[in-house]
């Protein structure tokens, strides 16, 4: 029973942190690919005024370098140039990024998510598959595919303490 009472209190002060920085600040939640060369596939703003998808490959700096190719424009602070991204291309300023990597995603969101996800939005001619079929935007296939393969809520502060979900103040 111990277990389950740290559990509960990491996802409450998860969700406290969360809402309290978005008072003064989005809060960005990227999904980095980490098969591929570490790029930003996917990320979400989250502020006091709501929720809005945030396409990577159309996120520029004042350099038309773009959020997905962050980690190989700026390996020594791609966070940092994640937040001069927004700066630039949304004119928002986020101090807090939680990226969340492939295995985690996987884990919370079960194993055929990120094929889901593809398979949705025709990542590579992905025609589609048993859990989704068609094309749409990436913002989209990301919601459908979390909403249809659900959440399993304990395995995230499993997987903060594993490393799987990373905070960056920036």
């Known amino acids: 029973m111990e277990k389950i ?3 509960i209190i990491a996802v409450i002060a998860v969700i406290f942190m969360f809402l309290l920085a ?3 600040s989005p809060v960005m ?4 690919d980490t098969e591929e060369y570490g790029g930003v596939d996917m990320a979400a703003e989250f502020s006091i ?5 945030v396409y990577p490959g159309s996120s520029v700096n004042e350099y038309g370098q773009t959020m997905h190719n962050v980690h190989a424009d700026h390996p020594e602070d791609p966070y940092g140039a994640i937040k ?3 700066e630039y291309t ?3 300023s986020p101090f807090v990024i939680i990226s969340v990597n492939n295995f985690a995603a ?6 055929s998510i990120v094929d889901d996800i593809r398979a949705n939005d025709g990542y590579f001619g992905y025609s589609g598959n048993s859990n989704v079929q068609g094309t749409m935007s990436r913002g989209d296939a990301v919601g459908v595919a979390m909403l249809q393969n659900g959440i399993n809520v304990p395995m995230v502060p499993i997987q903060i303490l594993l490393g799987n979900i990373q905070f960056h103040f920036v």
């Open 106 to 111: 996987q884990t919370i969101f079960g194993g």
């Open 49 to 53: 005024r709501g929720f809005s998808w």
């Open 84 to 86: 001069n991204i927004m």
């Open 5 to 7: 009472h740290i559990i």
């Open 90 to 92: 949304y004119n928002e």
């Open 22 to 24: 978005t008072i003064h």
């Open 29 to 32: 939640v990227i999904a980095e």
